[in-house]
């Protein structure tokens, strides 16, 4: 694996000062890519809920619902 440094070098990128800078009104240089970032990820899992967090979110918010429903009916009588 070869190893590229993400930084451009002053001395031959236009418009930085010595020592790295930029001068107002230039854009500063962009970054490369970094393709050594990190490991190859070969895992990759599915994406989205499982069905038992789901289905207990649901459970949750209709029983929420009905207790709501039913205290609004118990006001009314």
């Known amino acids: 694996m070869t190893h590229t440094n993400p930084d451009p ?3 031959r990128t236009t418009g930085l000062e010595p020592g790295g800078g ?3 009104g230039e854009t500063p240089p962009a970054e490369s890519s970094m393709p050594g970032a990190g490991p190859r990820e070969t895992h990759n899992p599915t994406k989205g809920w499982a069905k ?6 649901i459970v949750l ?8 429903l039913a205290y609004g009916l118990a006001l009314m009588l």
Do not use: R
């Open 61 to 68: 918010v209709v029983l929420v619902a009905v207790f709501f």
């Open 22 to 24: 930029v001068p107002p």
């Open 52 to 57: 038992g967090p789901l289905t207990l979110i």
């Open 9 to 11: 070098e002053p001395e």
